[in-house]
Nanobody, 119 residues
């Protein structure tokens, strides 16, 4: 079992930055594929970014590419999402997720943290 706890959300003006962090516990974190998703009311959960266990392979949604950076620290069991040049359309609840396999559904989810970008 894996427990995920997000932190770092809040209110920021358009053009600003926020850094989200996800702390994991319960299993060998270094072997997990970690990802961030986001969701706004009435819409499906949307993929944002993911990082493989080695930390050398990352993948981003087109909507955040060049503005967001995902990183991980396997010694601290954390994965971060640095969000720069934020836009009002980035407003959402952001979720940390984990899976054991390179492909397939994410098995574990955090409770989410709210990010609000004002125009």
């Amino acid at each position: 079992q894996v427990q995920l706890v997000e932190s770092g959300g809040g209110l920021v003006q358009a053009g600003g930055s926020l850094r989200l962090s996800c702390a994991a516990s319960g299993r060998t974190f270094s072997r997990l594929v970690m990802a961030w998703f986001r969701q706004t009311p009435g819409k499906e959960r949307e993929f944002v970014a993911r990082i493989r266990w080695s930390g050398t392979t990352t993948y981003y949604a087109d909507s955040v590419k060049g503005r967001f950076t995902i990183s991980r620290d396997n010694a601290k069991n954390t994965v971060d999402l640095q969000m720069n040049s934020l836009k009002p359309e980035d407003t959402a609840v952001y979720y940390c997720a984990a899976r054991l396999a390179d492909f397939g559904p994410y098995n574990y989810w955090g409770q989410g943290t709210q990010v609000t970008v004002s125009s």
